[in-house]
């Protein structure tokens, strides 16, 4: 419906005006008319807009009884028509009034109904509003729905959750303790989040100024921190047996170059600092962390970090030294300390009194004398580098002579633990891992194996643990000597690689090197840690508690890359000031349990203010520095063999027997059971059962050669519904069934039945 202007034209606008048959009813300029009010033919409509024709008066009308004039039948029916409309559509025109007085009573009682429903419903509406903001746990939902909020996040909020909404205004002077933790929890892995609830829901939470200031008392600078050693020894006085032995742990990470001004302390940061407060002209491009982690309990807590550009193997001597002085003064002993295997840590290991480099006949010296209480401090290097190493080593030297010759009786009963072989001699090579790959994509099928592009191509996935495990696998050695057992000639000389990837033991590189020495301090440190506790858990020797640390910082405050020293500093104070780092989706390492990291402040009251922290934190001056003067693709055909290479059968009797074992468990029929495994005589005669026969640990079901033949079958039909280019849509199930009882038919395995019976 249009609405349209009373003609200008006194003459016409009066005719309009007895059209309507309203007593005392005059138009204005304003006044406007329905278009329903004019006929169809009423309208000029040759034009770009559609006007009302000249002369034109409006004569569509529903006037009561006794103002109706005679009319047409068609007239008639169309007002009959209108009528009807407007009753379906309930609503009239604001000069149409009723015909009666009871109409019009009526009328406007159905409209107070109507708005009193209404301001009830916004009533409850704004209710349930007002009681959704006053629950933390749907705050937290409508974030997490929003995807403001990761589902880490979410959970370490949880524990918020019954915290009233209304209490995060200011009650007297400040913020309690509960409201200072959500409020600066949320703000350090959620800023987006934090930004929403304060300034588009309107709840009452601190300024980023007023968070700023109850961290001003945290003092984060480079060095060893006061506080967190402050707040172990606390806690070690209250439970020694979980806070008193701990492993330290050291390693670093890569920050951006840059150089901003610190209010705080109106210098320039971002340069050189170990602690001293020297003013250094280097910038520096790594922070190398120190932390420790409980032997017992799950707790963890960064110590100590540092700003450097490259550090001597005696400038690290100093640090640990220092921190191990440090945390015994605290009664905290540091039993093990674990690195990654960078040469500059061997070295330092050398310096502080390990002889990791010992004559490999000989025992190595894992460990060195406490500068304080010359006790005994182990050191390991992290297994999942190592890993790393070996791998990065096989690739880049292409090419080692391998001699291993066991002396050592204690390393031989290892060696024998890992493998019955003790004595190995020939050539290992990386193109050995490259061929495999290459055979399994030509091949379609991988040999109970994950080889893929990107193991073989991990130049820009290096710090990938995963990568290297999967490379470096017994699965892989299986698949190795399947091709060379079963007669590719590229996989000839392959007995060295395969048994280099099954036993990673060698005396001569650091990377498996690293290996010993784990093994080493594990045979001397287990008794030792078994006097004083019941079990030993290994994972407390895993930097993956570091490097966890290292992914939350990157993905704080909205960075999902190194942060530059002053935004690395801003982070490390908020994980001070607040119990947990959120566990980060993404990674190069997955957490195995719920470590939590400890905050530096121990708060036990409802209320902390700024000048409380201040107290806790002791007043007292910096520690003193460590240093004197120390500057610091399957290929596609169109068509197929019947019969498959050595590989792909090896790998579809594999396939074969995992499916029988699922059968088996759904089959109650001893005849049907039977008619799907083989006797593992019989198989042995065959080269496709080979990899079976290698990969089998006992677990393992051989199939029949009648199962082998559907499994061949089924997978001859998927190679060539996908070789086929005319072919868009996957093909179904239904469709393979089809066309493999059809290859196959039933004799082959309707006679294996009728043998049985």
């Known amino acids: 419906m249009v609405q349209n202007g009373f003609p200008k034209s006194r003459e016409r606008r009066r005719k309009w005006e007895v059209a309507l048959r309203r007593d005392g009813f005059a138009a204005t300029d304003r006044t406007l008319i329905c278009s329903e009010h004019f006929r169809t033919e009423d309208f000029d409509r040759k034009g770009q807009t559609v006007r009302i024709k000249d002369g034109v ?34 609503t009239e025109h604001l000069y149409a009034l009723p015909a009666s007085p009871k109409a019009i009573k009526a009328k406007f009682e159905q409209a107070s109904v109507r708005l009193r429903k209404l301001q ?12 959704a903001k006053n629950n933390m746990q749907a705050l937290l939902e409508e974030l997490k729905e929003k995807n403001l909020i990761n589902e880490e996040l979410k959970d370490r909020l949880e524990c918020y959750s ?3 909404v209304h209490l995060l205004s200011r009650q007297g002077v400040e913020y309690t303790k509960a409201q200072r933790d959500f409020a600066l929890t949320l703000h350090l892995h959620g800023p987006k989040a934090y930004n929403y609830l304060r300034e588009t829901l309107h709840i009452h939470l601190p300024h980023p100024s007023s968070m700023q200031r109850w961290l001003s008392s945290l003092d984060a600078r480079p060095g060893l921190n006061k506080m967190m050693l402050d707040m172990l020894e606390r806690r070690c006085q209250e439970d020694e047996d979980k806070y008193g032995r701990v492993t330290l742990m050291l390693d ?11 209010p705080q302390t109106q210098t320039m940061f971002g340069y050189v600092d170990m602690g001293d407060r020297l003013n250094e002209t280097d910038m520096a491009s790594e922070v190398l962390v120190f932390m420790v982690v409980g032997l017992q309990g799950y707790w963890k807590a960064p110590i100590a970090y540092y700003l450097t550009k490259s550090l001597t193997p005696e400038s690290q001597k100093v640090l ?4 191990l002085e440090e945390l015994h003064h605290r009664q905290i002993r540091v039993v093990c300390m674990t690195m990654d295997g960078h040469a500059s840590n061997v070295s330092m290991c050398t310096k502080l009194g390990c002889d990791l480099k010992a004559d490999p006949c000989e025992p190595l010296k894992t460990h060195f004398p406490h500068p304080v209480t010359h006790d005994r401090v182990f050191v390991m290097m992290d297994a999942c580098h190592m890993l790393k190493l070996a791998r990065n080593m096989l690739q880049l030297c292409r090419i080692w002579f391998f001699i291993v010759d066991v002396c050592s009786e204690k390393k031989n009963l290892i060696l024998q633990a890992y493998s019955p072989i003790t004595s190995i001699s ?5 193109k050995y891992i490259v061929q495999l790959n290459n055979v399994q994509k030509k091949s379609g099928l991988h040999a109970a194996n994950r080889v893929t592009d990107k193991h073989v191509n991990f130049a820009n996935q290096k710090m990938k643990v995963s990568l290297a495990a999967q490379t470096l696998s017994n699965s892989v050695a299986v698949a190795l000597r399947t091709l060379q057992e079963v007669g590719y000639a590229e996989f000839k000389d392959c007995e060295a690689t395969t048994e280099f990837i099954k036993m990673p033991v060698s005396k001569w590189y650091l990377s498996v090197l690293g290996f010993i020495i784990n093994i080493d301090t594990l045979i001397s440190m287990v008794p030792v840690l078994l006097e004083g506790q019941q079990y030993v858990l290994t994972y407390r020797f895993s930097q993956d508690h570091l490097e966890l640390l290292f992914n939350s910082i990157r993905a704080s405050g909205g960075w999902n890359n190194n942060p530059n020293a002053s935004q690395f500093k801003y982070i490390f104070r908020k994980l001070m000031a607040q119990c947990g780092v959120v566990k980060p989706c993404r990674g190069n390492v997955t957490a195995q349990d719920e470590t939590e990291t400890l905050p530096a402040v121990i708060d036990t009251s409802t209320s902390l203010s700024a000048v409380d922290m201040s107290s806790a934190a002791g007043g007292e001056e910096d520690l003193p520095s460590p240093f004197a003067d120390i500057p610091a693709l399957v290929h596609d055909h169109s068509y197929l063999p019947v019969r498959f290479n050595n590989l792909v059968d090896n790998a579809l009797v594999y396939i074969s027997g995992f499916v029988v074992r699922r059968a088996l468990k759904k089959l109650s029929c ?70 493999v009882r059809k290859r196959i038919g039933s004799f082959l395995i ?8």
């Open 162 to 164: 019954d915290l009233p």
């Open 320 to 323: 640990v030294e220092h921190a």
């Open 750 to 757: 309707c006679f294996n039945i009728s043998k049985l019976h």
């Open 57 to 90: 008066v409006p004569s569509i009308f529903s006037f009561p009884a006794h103002l109706q004039r005679g009319a047409t039948a068609e007239r008639r029916v169309r007002r009959l028509r209108h009528k009807r409309e407007r009753k379906l559509q309930a």
């Open 252 to 262: 670093a990470m890569s920050i951006k170059h840059h150089v901003q001004h610190d």
């Open 426 to 430: 020939g050539c290992i090579n990386w």
């Open 120 to 131: 009830r419903e916004k009533s409850n509406a704004l209710r349930r509003e007002k009681r």
């Open 670 to 739: 001893d005849v049907c059971r039977a008619s799907l495994v083989t006797d593992a005589a019989s198989a042995i005669k065959d080269q496709s059962y080979h990899l079976l026969s290698l990969k089998n640990n006992g677990g393992l079901v051989i199939p029949s050669e009648g199962t082998v033949r559907v499994v061949r079958a089924a997978e001859w039909v998927i190679r060539q519904a996908s070789a086929s280019f005319k072919r868009s849509q996957p093909i179904k199930q239904l469709e393979v069934m089809y066309i």
